[in-house]
């Protein structure tokens, strides 16, 4: 798949950049043979295991009864959003192998704002579960309930962040047009005069608005409610305080964890991108790629995380495969 956050110096379109969550543009780069294979391998990999898990969420909440809560609808649509992506990854694969986009125009800015979807959708709805959660803690802490936290009013909020989500990717469709590059033609960015200036500040505006706002939101709501927690004294029930403290911590460790694992070297990359010139030797191009199978990864990863870790899920899974067999 082409990369794209550092403009190719030895290319006429020198401000262009490629589609992808890569650090850098290689749509005119050779590709090494021993990425040649390897890269495809491991987007298939990605490809299976997204497919299978994101699908198994998908199936088990819209089918089990038991699974229609305000936390299992934001479950669902970020299981929705990784299941777009993973589904045009043969697409992605295919242009990697072929070393040029042969789907059109119309084709290529579908794609790339499914691509940009997967960026930012993903880290909203992560930001969206994790203000749920806080008001429960604050609700619970206080012994009140939120009269607000119904099943029709989470549908309302996953359709606003989808509609934010769009708003923000529009641009990125605008610019993504086919550029010919030496008799091949690459689904890239194209910006206007100055390209350099339109580069940077695409970079900028998917930093800022695709990690930092979001992670930024998440790690205080997280830190807050765990210092809250800190310092709730039940002394009729200290050993399940305890208990419930011990669940929270580990989740938040696991949500945070994973979630800046996937994306912090692909934003780091930018950073880096945008203070200097990066040559594209083996080493970097490598590197480039690992960032960006590791962040096609947590498609793969939320599955696991956030529905294969829950009981309640495991049992409405087992039961569901149990009543196809037996039917």
């Known amino acids: 798949m082409e990369n794209s956050s550092l403009p190719e110096t030895n290319s006429s379109c020198a401000d262009c950049t490629g589609r992808g969550h890569g650090s850098l543009n290689m749509s005119t780069t050779p590709v090494s043979p021993r990425y040649y294979i390897t890269m495809p391998v491991i987007y298939s990999v990605i490809c299976a295991v997204g497919l299978t898990g994101n699908t198994a969420v998908i199936y088990v909440i819209l089918k089990a009864p038991k699974m229609k809560t305000v936390t299992n609808i ?59 959660r806080y008001l429960i803690m604050a609700a619970t802490t206080k012994s009140r309930k939120v009269s607000y936290r119904t099943y029709r009013a989470a549908k309302i909020v996953s359709l606003c962040v989808w509609s934010f989500v769009t708003i923000i990717i529009l641009p990125f469709a605008v610019f993504a047009k086919i550029h010919k590059e030496q008799g091949r033609s690459h689904c890239v960015f194209v910006f206007p005069h100055p390209e350099s200036m339109w580069w940077k500040g695409s970079q900028i505006y998917t930093l800022i608005l695709g990690f930092v706002v979001p992670v ?38 696991a949500i945070l964890g994973v979630c800046l694992l996937c994306w912090t070297p692909f934003h780091l990359s930018t950073v880096v991108a ?24 947590n498609s793969c990863f939320n599955p696991f995380l956030y529905a294969f870790l829950d009981g309640s899920f495991r049992r409405s899974f087992r039961r569901l495969i149990d009543c196809r067999a037996t039917s």
Request: net charge neutral; charged share 15%; hydrophobic share 50%.
């Open 216 to 253: 930024s939101t998440i790690c205080t709501l997280y830190a807050t409610m765990l210092c809250r927690l800190r310092h709730v004294q039940l002394h009729c029930n200290a050993k399940a305080l305890d208990k419930a403290k011990k669940k929270v911590t580990l989740m938040v460790v």
């Open 74 to 132: 934001f479950i669902l649509n970020l299981a929705i959003a990784d299941e777009l992506f993973t589904l045009v990854l043969p697409i992605d694969i295919t242009d990697y192998l072929l070393l040029q986009w042969p789907f059109g125009e119309l084709m290529c800015k579908l794609i790339i704002s499914i691509d940009q979807y997967n960026i930012f959708s993903s880290i909203y709805f992560l930001t969206v579960m994790s203000i749920d």
């Open 274 to 297: 945008l203070i200097m010139d990066i040559p594209q030797t083996p080493l970097i191009i490598g590197i480039s790629y690992f960032i960006t199978s590791l962040s096609y990864a």
